[in-house]
């Protein structure tokens, strides 16, 4: 299944000419983590769990008029309230069938790369933050979308909301 992908910074302006994500920045590939550390086993038996560990959330996108923005907020360590990234079907009704909420957001890295000659420069860019929101939406096979099934973990506390 074909996707697009788009994330909103507020105070940050992408390129983005979509009907319903006018000025987002269009991602092409994106990545994070949670792992979770394991002993390998404890004095009542199995193993045992510690502290969740987040990596940061990545995004790979070309160089546009977020770049500027985005290279300020991350030389300051500039507090961002919330991002977002919406993953939508890239054809039909383009339904969103998986968003990620970030909040207490920080750019934690902005690393361009190209060649000359080649496709316009890329540029991977990486948030910490503490708090994310998970939220699926199955699509059946009529494009309809179903129930949207949601979870948020709070760093900070170390807990689900």
């Not at 199995?46 to 907020?73: C, H, M, S, W, Y």
């Amino acid at each position: 299944m074909a996707f697009d992908a788009f994330l909103k910074i507020e105070g940050v302006d992408g390129e983005s000419s979509d009907d319903a994500h006018d000025k987002w920045i269009e991602v092409l590939s994106y990545s994070h983590g949670v792992s979770q550390p394991a002993s390998s086993a404890s004095a009542t038996g199995g193993r045992t769990g510690g502290r969740a560990d987040f990596q940061d959330f990545n995004i790979v996108k070309t160089v546009d008029a977020a770049t500027p923005e985005l290279n300020i907020k991350c030389a300051k360590g500039e507090h961002i309230p919330k991002v977002e990234m919406e993953l939508c079907l890239a054809s039909g009704d383009k339904h969103t069938f998986m968003k990620y909420t970030l909040e207490d957001v920080i750019v934690s890295a902005v690393m361009p790369g190209g060649s000359a000659g080649g496709d316009k420069p890329m540029e991977n860019v990486s948030f910490a933050y503490g708090k994310i929101k998970w939220e699926y939406t199955p699509i059946d096979q009529t494009g309809s979308p179903g129930a949207t099934t949601d979870r948020t973990w709070n760093l900070e506390t170390n807990r689900q909301d």
